[in-house]
């Protein structure tokens, strides 16, 4: 498996940016992909999760409302659109993927989960 992430960069407070990830490999047209950030001095925190079947995406409370997950099945590209950026969403994101579909439940609920897949990350910055 595969996943590849594009996208991110600077941004001000307010702001927005897109980022993208491309899965290739798995078996199942029915699995979970999402995005987990990691930002110093802070736990990693799994903020966005979108089923590739059914579509149904799931959001951390602290992106709620503002970040939006959607997936383009036939591009099999999964994208985080990221609005009224605060200086707290700056982190290197990871595109995240399992093969369970069901583990998306652990975004909103921040419960510890050890993902299938990880790609290479990028970076996110925002600031005044």
């Known amino acids: 498996v595969q996943l590849v992430e594009s996208g991110g960069g600077l941004a001000q407070i307010g702001g927005s940016l897109r980022l993208s990830c491309t899965y290739s490999?798995?078996?199942?047209?029915?699995?979970?992909v999402g995005w987990l950030r990691k930002a110093p001095g802070k736990e990693r925190e799994a903020v966005a999760c979108?089923?590739?079947?059914?579509?149904?995406?799931y959001y951390a409370g602290s992106v709620e409302g503002r970040f939006t997950v959607s997936r383009d099945r036939v591009k099999k590209t999964v994208y985080l659109q990221m609005d009224s950026l605060i200086a707290d969403d700056t982190g290197v994101y990871y595109c995240?993927?399992?093969?369970?579909?069901?583990?998306?439940?652990?975004?909103?609920?921040?419960?510890?989960?050890?993902?299938?897949?990880w790609g290479q990350g990028t970076q996110v910055t925002v600031s005044s």
């Open positions: 979108i089923g590739t079947r059914d579509g149904i995406p």
């Open positions: 490999g798995f078996s199942s047209d029915d699995v979970a």
């Open positions: 995240i993927g399992d093969r369970l579909r069901e583990a998306c439940g652990n975004v909103p609920t921040s419960a510890p989960y050890s993902w299938d897949y």
